[in-house]
C-alpha cells in the first residue's frame, strides 16, 4: 500500500489544473500528490470544445500556451424564428478537440514532475481512520484527501452519497462531419447557436462549430438540453438533432452519433464530504450553454487553495469549500448561469417573450458595432 497526502481521480482539466495550482503555488506538492487516471492520453472524449475567453484566462493563469490546434471563433449568430442576435469577438471563443487537449494539459503536468498514473481506474474507495482506501487496478493507495475529478459518471460522487432530487443531470447529442463550405483562410469563423427548437421542449440549443481534426476542416454539430425545467417533456434529442443537421448541415449515412449526459452546477449541489472534494462535472459544470472545459479549469485553482488551507490546519473537514467556491470567480460565474438558466428555461415556452429577447439583442448588438 502506498501513501500518499492527495490522490486526484481524474485526468481531465479538473484535475490537471488542481495539480498544476497546487504545484505552481507550492513546489513541494510534485511530491505528494497522484492524480489517476483510468483512460491514456490521449483518450476519446466527447465534447464539442468550446473554449471562452473565461477558461482562456484560467489557462493564462497557469502560465500556458495551447500547443494544439484550434478554431478561433470570431462570430457567434444566436437564432430564433428568423431573428439573429450576432456577437463579434477576437476570437469569442475557441473551438479545439478535447482529447488532443486533454493530452496536451497532462503533457504540461507531466513535465513539471506531476505523477500521472494512466490506465489505472479506480475500482474501489474505504473510509480509514487515518484517509481513503483507493483501490485501482494496479495499485493500493491511502491519501489523506482526495479530489474528485471524474466527471459526471465517475465513482467519488456517487460514493459520497451526492444524489440530488430531481437529478440535475443535461443531455447532449454530437456529430462531427468533413466541412467543405468553411473558409479557413479568412481569419473569421462563425459558430451557431440556434434556439428555434425550444418550441420542440428543447431546454436549450442546436450546435455548429468549425472544427478542425488533421488539419482538415470539420463540422461539430449537437443538441443541448439542459432539462432544468424536470416537470416539462422530454425532448426527442434524435429527431431534433436530424432536424437540425438537415436545416444547417448534412446527416450521411456513416454519420456517427454520440451523446453523453452533464451534471450541471447548482448552489444546493453537494460538493464535499470528509477528506473528498468534487470538482469539474462531477460537482457541476455550468447549466445555461453546457460550458465543461472552461469551468473545470478554473475549479482547480479553488480547490487548490481549499486543500493547500486543510493541510495547513489539518482540518480535512472541508466544511469551508461550498462556501470559497461561491465566493470565488468561477463560483459566481456558474451562480449567475444557473440563475440565467432557471429563468430563460421556463420562459421558452412564451414565444412572444422570445421574441422581445431577441428584437431586443438584436437592436443592441447592431448598436455595439
Not at 506538492?29 to 497522484?34: A, G, H, K, T
Not at 469569442?92 to 478537440?97: K, L
Not at 448534412?250 to 470538482?279: C, D, K, M
Not at 469539474?280 to 478554473?298: K, Q, T, V, Y
Request: aromatic share 10%.
Amino acid at each position: 500500500m502506498r501513501k500518499v497526502d492527495l490522490a486526484i481521480i481524474g485526468g481531465g482539466p479538473a484535475g490537471i489544473s488542481t495539480a498544476l495550482h497546487l504545484v505552481r503555488q507550492e513546489p513541494s506538492w510534485v511530491s505528494r500528490l497522484v492524480v489517476i487516471e483510468k483512460g491514456t492520453h490521449p483518450r476519446p472524449k466527447l465534447c464539442a470544445g468550446g473554449i471562452t475567453q473565461f477558461g482562456m484566462r484560467q489557462i493564462r493563469r497557469l502560465g500556458l500556451t495551447p500547443k494544439i490546434p484550434f478554431v478561433p471563433v470570431g462570430r457567434a449568430d444566436f437564432l430564433y424564428r428568423g431573428h439573429a442576435v450576432q456577437l463579434r469577438g477576437k476570437p469569442i471563443f475557441i473551438v479545439t478537440r478535447r482529447e488532443e487537449f486533454d493530452a496536451w494539459l497532462a503533457q504540461e503536468a507531466k513535465g513539471l514532475g506531476i505523477e500521472l498514473l494512466e490506465g489505472n481506474p479506480v475500482q474501489s474507495l474505504a473510509r480509514r481512520a487515518e484517509g481513503i482506501l483507493i483501490d485501482t487496478a494496479h495499485t493500493r493507495f491511502l491519501a489523506k484527501a482526495v479530489v474528485g475529478a471524474d466527471g459526471a459518471r465517475g465513482i467519488v460522487r456517487p460514493w459520497i452519497g451526492a444524489r440530488e432530487r430531481p437529478a440535475r443531470v443535461a443531455r447532449l447529442l454530437e456529430v462531427v462531419m468533413p466541412e467543405t463550405r468553411f473558409d479557413f483562410d479568412d481569419g473569421r469563423r462563425v459558430a451557431t447557436f440556434d434556439f428555434d427548437m425550444v418550441r420542440d421542449d428543447l431546454q436549450g440549443y442546436y450546435w455548429n462549430f468549425p472544427s478542425l481534426i488533421g488539419g482538415q476542416p470539420y463540422l461539430n454539430s449537437g443538441v443541448y438540453d439542459s432539462q432544468v425545467n424536470s416537470g416539462q417533456r422530454k425532448a426527442r434529442l434524435r429527431e431534433l438533432l436530424s432536424k437540425g443537421l438537415k436545416h444547417h448541415a448534412y446527416l450521411s449515412e456513416t454519420t456517427r452519433i454520440e451523446g453523453h449526459p452533464i451534471r450541471w452546477f447548482s448552489p444546493s449541489n453537494q460538493v464535499a464530504a470528509e477528506r473528498i472534494l468534487l470538482a469539474g462535472d462531477a460537482s457541476g459544470a455550468e447549466p445555461l450553454f453546457g460550458e465543461g472545459i472552461s469551468i473545470a479549469l478554473a475549479y482547480g485553482d479553488v480547490v487548490a487553495s481549499t486543500v493547500r488551507r486543510a493541510f495547513q490546519k489539518q482540518d480535512f473537514s472541508f466544511n469551508d469549500y461550498r462556501r470559497r467556491l461561491l465566493t470565488s470567480p468561477v463560483g459566481r460565474y456558474l451562480l449567475l448561469r444557473w440563475a440565467t438558466a432557471q429563468a430563460f428555461y421556463r420562459l421558452t415556452s412564451r414565444d412572444r417573450v422570445m421574441r422581445f429577447l431577441w428584437r431586443t439583442g438584436e437592436l443592441v448588438t447592431k448598436a455595439m458595432r
